[in-house]
């Protein structure tokens, strides 16, 4: 179910910014942190903070 709510999202992109891969949610494009080569957005600091400890968990998607 958590799918359904995900693919709701990307049909209907506010900013065309890549979504915050901790929450699913459009992400700021003021809150990035690059990860093995690759930069990820956020949509708050608190996102950001949890991906910085958790990398693994939310970039191998
Ligand atoms: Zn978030």
């Known amino acids: 179910m958590f799918r359904n709510l995900f693919?709701?999202?990307?049909?209907?992109?506010?900013?065309?910014?890549?979504?915050d891969p901790v929450c699913g949610m459009p992400a700021n494009s003021a809150i990035t942190l690059t990860?093995?080569?690759?930069?990820?957005?956020?949509c708050s600091e608190d996102c950001k903070?949890?991906?910085?400890?958790?990398?693994?968990?939310?970039?191998?998607k």
């Open 7 to 19: 693919k709701k999202f990307q049909a209907a992109p506010t900013q065309g910014a890549d979504n």
């Open 35 to 42: 990860h093995e080569g690759k930069t990820y957005a956020f």
């Open 49 to 60: 903070q949890e991906f910085a400890q958790h990398p693994e968990k939310y970039s191998s």
